[in-house]
């Protein structure tokens, strides 16, 4: 097999593209025949060395270092081999998986991949079905939208932040969205946003109490992380949620609890949907509604394109 790797922590030039070993799958694994592999902030983050310290995002053996490492987080790949005990996918299945996928081959727990649906193409899953099945988690588990909730959503012009806008409408909330430039916010608003923040021309807290008159959103849905942060919590209403996802400009340094008991009893959560995935047992139970967020993804598709 062939995989682009880092010896070194830098700019594009540290990728190499070199041969390997193919990885046999142990117990519980599979091993894919890589057709597409997605390109995420996640990744230059990585190649940056900005996870460096983050044992979320390690994926090796505590004792192993870090360096030389495979690039890539997520891929659609044929599965080619089974380890034991693995039931729930068989040889010849196109799945979605999350793992090292700038390479050939890639090995992935067989209880995390998603097969992806017949009608969707290879190109369309790479780029929509892990970001779409994040929007689903963070819209229907992280905070269940209610009709008529009002949604904040940072970098909605992003691959994620189109997916919440439409996931968000699709649970009949009503959705501001925070985009850098005007011209980024006709995709925003094309993704159903009711209202746009220009994020260098406003204040974004202010602008949010004043589109809700005064009383602030239900919930943030925020993957920028440390320069957005006070702005999400100084725009939520009494009892509002923050969802953090990402980081794209630093992690969110320490913070005093106490904080959110003062500006408003506000609920703060981190996640990646990792944990709410084994929540909503995506493969079973989420199957009733799998078709929205891959119309989600068929929509970024679309605009992609343009």
Same mark, same amino acid.
């Given at each position: 097999?062939?995989?682009?790797?880092?010896?070194?922590?830098?700019?594009?030039?540290?990728?190499?593209?070199?041969?390997?070993?193919?990885?046999?799958?142990?117990?519980?694994?599979?091993?894919?025949?890589?057709?597409?592999? %997605?390109?995420?902030?996640?990744?230059?983050?990585?190649?940056?060395? !900005? +996870?460096?310290?983050?044992?979320?995002?390690?994926?090796?053996?505590? %004792?192993?270092?870090?360096?030389?490492?495979?690039?890539?987080?997520?891929?659609?790949?044929?599965?080619?081999?089974?380890?034991?005990?693995?039931?729930?996918?068989?040889?010849?299945?196109?799945?979605?998986?999350?793992?090292? %996928?700038?390479?050939?081959?890639? +090995?992935?727990?067989?209880?995390?991949?998603?097969?992806?649906? *017949?009608?969707?193409?290879?190109?369309?899953?790479?780029?929509?079905?892990?970001?779409?099945?994040?929007?689903?988690?963070?819209?229907?588990?992280?905070?269940?939208?209610?009709?008529?909730?009002? $949604? +904040?959503?940072?970098?909605?012009?992003?691959?994620?932040?189109?997916?919440? $806008?439409?996931?968000?409408? =699709?649970?009949?909330?009503?959705?501001?969205?925070?985009?850098?430039?005007?011209?980024? %916010? !006709?995709?925003?608003?094309?993704?159903?946003?009711?209202?746009?923040? =220009?994020?260098?021309?406003?204040?974004?807290?202010?602008?949010?109490?004043?589109?809700?008159?005064?009383?602030?959103?239900?919930?943030?849905? *925020?993957?920028?992380?440390?320069?957005?942060?006070?702005?999400?919590?100084?725009?939520?209403?009494?009892?509002?949620?923050?969802?953090?996802?990402?980081?794209?400009?630093?992690?969110?340094?320490?913070?005093?609890?106490?904080?959110?008991?003062?500006?408003?009893?506000?609920?703060?959560?981190?996640?990646?949907?990792?944990?709410?995935?084994?929540?909503?047992? $995506? *493969?079973?139970?989420?199957?009733?509604?799998?078709?929205?967020?891959?119309?989600?993804?068929?929509?970024?598709?679309?605009?992609?394109?343009?």
């Amino acid at each position: 097999m062939h995989a682009i790797r880092i010896h070194s922590y830098g700019g594009p030039e540290v990728m190499q593209w070199e041969e390997l070993p193919t990885p046999v799958p142990g117990r519980g694994q599979a091993l894919m025949c890589v057709e597409a592999a %997605s390109v995420n902030f996640l990744d230059v983050q990585k190649r940056r060395g !900005e +996870l460096v310290g983050q044992a979320f995002y390690r994926r090796k053996g505590v %004792s192993e270092p870090d360096l030389p490492a495979t690039l890539g987080s997520q891929g659609v790949g044929v599965v080619e081999e089974l380890g034991p005990d693995v039931r729930n996918v068989s040889v010849g299945n196109r799945v979605v998986f999350a793992g090292e %996928s700038y390479a050939t081959h890639a +090995l992935a727990p067989a209880a995390w991949l998603i097969r992806v649906p *017949d009608g969707i193409g290879t190109e369309q899953a790479a780029a929509g079905m892990n970001q779409g099945f994040l929007a689903y988690a963070f819209t229907h588990f992280a905070y269940p939208i209610k009709p008529a909730d009002w $949604c +904040l959503i940072h970098a909605a012009a992003g691959g994620i932040g189109l997916l919440l $806008c439409q996931m968000a409408k =699709i649970r009949e909330g009503r959705v501001i969205g925070v985009t850098s430039t005007a011209e980024k %916010s !006709e995709f925003v608003r094309d993704a159903g946003a009711d209202d746009v923040i =220009i994020s260098g021309q406003s204040d974004i807290a202010k602008e949010a109490r004043r589109i809700t008159d005064g009383r602030g959103v239900n919930v943030v849905y *925020d993957g920028v992380g440390k320069d957005t942060f006070e702005a999400s919590l100084d725009s939520l209403a009494p009892g509002g949620y923050l969802v953090l996802y990402g980081q794209s400009s630093g992690y969110v340094p320490p913070f005093d609890l106490m904080t959110l008991q003062e500006i408003g009893s506000l609920f703060l959560t981190r996640t990646n949907a990792s944990h709410l995935s084994r929540v909503s047992a $995506c *493969d079973n139970r989420c199957d009733g509604e799998a078709p929205a967020f891959m119309v989600a993804a068929r929509a970024r598709r679309r605009r992609a394109r343009r």
